[in-house]
C-alpha cells in the first residue's frame, strides 16, 4: 500500500467507525422514518391551505394588476439596495474595527473594543430606531446605518478570529524577511485567513438581507413593506397567506443564492494554485543514495 492511499484511508477512518450492516439498516430506517414525517407535514399544510380556499382564482388573480408587480418590483429593488450598501460598509466597518483590536497601540485597540462589543449587544432594532427617531435620519440610511454597526461589528470578531487561527509561524516568518505589519497583514495573515472566514461571513451577510425586512417598521418601502401593503388593500378573505406565498419563495432564494456564491467561492479557492497545497508523490526505489547520506 503507497503512503497516499494509506493517508486515504486514515482520512476517512480516524474521525468515526465505518458503520456497519445494522448501523446502515437503522440509518436507513431513520432517514425513512423522518422523510415521512417531512411528507406528512407538507400534506397537512397543502390540506390546509385548500381547505381554506387560498388558491382560488379571486386571491391569486390580483398579482396580475401591473400596479401591483410595480409595488412588489419596487419593493424588491429597495431591498436589495438597502442590503448592498449595509454589506459593503459592514465589511469596511468590520475590516477598521478588526485592525483596530489587533493593534498594538493599547488606546486603539481599547477603543475598538469597546465599539464592538457595545455595539454587538445593542438589538439591532433598537439602533434603527434610535437613528431614525432620535437623529431624524431619513428611514433608508437609518435602516442601512443600524444594520452596518450591528453587522460589521460581528464580523469583526470574525475577521480578529480568523487572523489569530492562522499558524503564527507564517507572520514571523514574513516579519523576518523584513515586511512591515500592514504587509504581512495584508499580504501573508488575510488571504490565508479568508478561506477560513468565508462560511460565517457570507452567513453574517445572510442576516443582514434578512434583517433588512426590519425597515417596514420605519416606513421604509422594502420588499415586506410592499407585501403588507398589498395584504391590507385588497379585498378578499385572508388576504396574507397568498402574499406570504408570493414574498417568502424569494427571501428564500435570495438566501440560497448567497449560500451558492459562498460555496462556489470556496471551490474556486481550493483550485487556486497559490493556495493548493503541492501534492507529493510517494518514494520509489532508487530515489536515495545507497550509502545512506
Given at each position: 500500500?503507497?503512503?497516499?492511499?494509506?493517508?486515504?484511508?486514515?482520512?476517512?477512518?480516524?474521525?468515526?467507525d465505518?458503520?456497519?450492516?445494522?448501523?446502515?439498516?437503522?440509518?436507513?430506517?431513520?432517514?425513512?422514518?423522518?422523510?415521512?414525517?417531512?411528507?406528512?407535514?407538507?400534506?397537512?399544510?397543502?390540506?390546509l391551505?385548500?381547505?381554506?380556499?387560498?388558491f382560488?382564482?379571486?386571491?391569486?388573480?390580483?398579482?396580475?394588476?401591473?400596479?401591483?408587480?410595480?409595488?412588489?418590483?419596487?419593493?424588491?429593488?429597495n431591498?436589495?439596495?438597502?442590503?448592498?450598501?449595509?454589506s459593503?460598509?459592514s465589511?469596511?466597518l468590520?475590516?477598521?474595527?478588526?485592525?483596530?483590536?489587533?493593534?498594538?497601540?493599547?488606546?486603539?485597540?481599547?477603543?475598538a473594543?469597546?465599539?464592538?462589543?457595545?455595539?454587538?449587544?445593542?438589538?439591532?432594532?433598537?439602533?434603527?430606531?434610535?437613528?431614525?427617531?432620535a437623529?431624524?435620519?431619513?428611514?433608508?440610511?437609518?435602516?442601512?446605518?443600524?444594520?452596518?454597526?450591528?453587522?460589521?461589528?460581528?464580523?469583526?470578531?470574525?475577521?480578529?478570529?480568523?487572523?489569530?487561527?492562522?499558524?503564527?509561524?507564517?507572520?514571523?516568518?514574513?516579519?523576518?524577511?523584513?515586511?512591515?505589519?500592514?504587509?504581512?497583514?495584508?499580504?501573508?495573515?488575510?488571504?490565508?485567513?479568508?478561506?477560513?472566514?468565508?462560511?460565517?461571513?457570507?452567513?453574517?451577510?445572510?442576516?443582514?438581507?434578512?434583517d433588512?425586512?426590519?425597515?417596514?417598521?420605519?416606513?421604509?418601502?422594502?420588499?415586506?413593506?410592499?407585501?403588507?401593503?398589498?395584504?391590507?388593500?385588497?379585498d378578499?378573505?385572508?388576504?396574507?397567506?397568498?402574499?406570504?406565498?408570493?414574498?417568502?419563495?424569494?427571501?428564500?432564494?435570495?438566501?440560497?443564492?448567497?449560500?451558492?456564491?459562498?460555496?462556489w467561492?470556496?471551490?474556486?479557492?481550493?483550485?487556486?494554485?497559490?493556495?493548493e497545497a503541492?501534492?507529493?508523490?510517494?518514494?520509489?526505489?532508487?530515489?536515495?543514495?545507497?550509502?545512506?547520506?
Amino acid at each position: 500500500m503507497t503512503a497516499h492511499a494509506l493517508h486515504g484511508d486514515l482520512e476517512s477512518t480516524a474521525l468515526y467507525d465505518i458503520p456497519g450492516p445494522r448501523a446502515q439498516r437503522r440509518h436507513f430506517l431513520y432517514g425513512m422514518a423522518s422523510t415521512a414525517v417531512i411528507l406528512a407535514l407538507f400534506g397537512w399544510i397543502l390540506y390546509l391551505l385548500f381547505d381554506t380556499d387560498q388558491f382560488t382564482a379571486a386571491k391569486w388573480t390580483p398579482f396580475e394588476y401591473e400596479g401591483i408587480q410595480r409595488l412588489l418590483l419596487k419593493g424588491l429593488w429597495n431591498t436589495l439596495k438597502a442590503f448592498a450598501y449595509a454589506s459593503v460598509l459592514s465589511l469596511v466597518l468590520g475590516a477598521v474595527l478588526a485592525t483596530g483590536r489587533l493593534s498594538l497601540h493599547r488606546p486603539v485597540r481599547w477603543a475598538a473594543t469597546l465599539c464592538v462589543e457595545f455595539f454587538r449587544a445593542m438589538p439591532v432594532l433598537v439602533m434603527i430606531f434610535f437613528i431614525f427617531v432620535a437623529l431624524k435620519v431619513q428611514p433608508l440610511p437609518a435602516l442601512v446605518a443600524g444594520l452596518t454597526l450591528y453587522n460589521g461589528s460581528v464580523l469583526a470578531e470574525v475577521f480578529r478570529t480568523g487572523i489569530n487561527a492562522v499558524e503564527r509561524g507564517q507572520g514571523e516568518a514574513a516579519y523576518a524577511l523584513g515586511m512591515r505589519k500592514t504587509q504581512v497583514m495584508t499580504f501573508v495573515l488575510a488571504p490565508q485567513a479568508v478561506r477560513a472566514m468565508l462560511p460565517t461571513i457570507i452567513s453574517q451577510l445572510v442576516v443582514a438581507l434578512k434583517d433588512t425586512s426590519l425597515g417596514y417598521l420605519i416606513t421604509y418601502e422594502e420588499f415586506l413593506h410592499a407585501g403588507k401593503l398589498i395584504a391590507s388593500n385588497l379585498d378578499y378573505d385572508l388576504p396574507f397567506i397568498p402574499v406570504v406565498m408570493i414574498i417568502s419563495p424569494i427571501y428564500i432564494g435570495m438566501c440560497m443564492l448567497l449560500s451558492w456564491f459562498a460555496t462556489w467561492m470556496a471551490r474556486r479557492q481550493r483550485r487556486n494554485p497559490r493556495t493548493e497545497a503541492a501534492q507529493v508523490g510517494p518514494a520509489e526505489a532508487g530515489m536515495l543514495p545507497q550509502d545512506g547520506r
